[in-house]
């Protein structure tokens, strides 16, 4: 996701969830996209102030998502529904894989609950 403006949007007017180490921040748009969510992946660099530590939580965390969206997009495409997502980790020291994958896969059934409830 590379748009400021839907970006802003997100931070603003998301709702939020939080399964430690992870923080997702979603919002439902109307904006088209070609899949039905965009994603973006965020390693604050006050608590890891080396590159590489950041590159590496955030390749685990984009490899957990792409491994386990399928169900999800499912859900969203019956939905006709289009999400923007941003996951935030939280933690305070590196996390192993595992950890990570299953704080997402929680947070994509949480909202896949949450947009059930809405309709």
Same mark, same amino acid.
């Given at each position: 996701?590379?748009?400021?403006?839907?970006?802003?949007?997100?931070?603003? @007017? $998301?709702?939020? !969830?939080?399964? &430690?180490?992870? /923080? =997702?921040?979603?919002? #439902?748009?109307?904006? #088209?996209?070609?899949?039905?969510?965009?994603?973006? &992946? =965020?390693?604050?660099?006050?608590?890891?102030?080396?590159?590489?530590?950041?590159?590496?939580? *955030?390749?685990?965390?984009?490899? !957990?998502?792409?491994?386990? @969206? !399928?169900? &999800?997009?499912?859900? =969203?495409? =019956?939905?006709? /529904?289009?999400?923007?997502?941003?996951?935030?980790?939280? $933690?305070? @020291?590196? #996390?192993?894989?595992?950890?990570? #994958?299953?704080?997402?896969?929680?947070?994509? *059934?949480?909202?896949?609950?949450?947009?059930?409830? !809405?309709?």
């Amino acid at each position: 996701m590379c748009s400021k403006k839907n970006i802003d949007l997100l931070f603003q @007017k $998301g709702h939020s !969830a939080i399964s &430690f180490p992870l /923080k =997702v921040i979603y919002l #439902e748009t109307d904006v #088209e996209y070609v899949n039905p969510c965009q994603a973006m &992946f =965020v390693v604050p660099k006050r608590t890891f102030k080396r590159a590489h530590d950041r590159n590496k939580l *955030k390749r685990r965390m984009r490899e !957990a998502y792409r491994l386990n @969206k !399928a169900f &999800f997009y499912e859900a =969203v495409k =019956v939905k006709n /529904k289009k999400i923007i997502l941003s996951f935030l980790f939280i $933690g305070k @020291k590196s #996390e192993d894989y595992k950890q990570i #994958e299953a704080s997402i896969i929680n947070h994509l *059934k949480r909202i896949e609950l949450a947009l059930n409830k !809405a309709n």
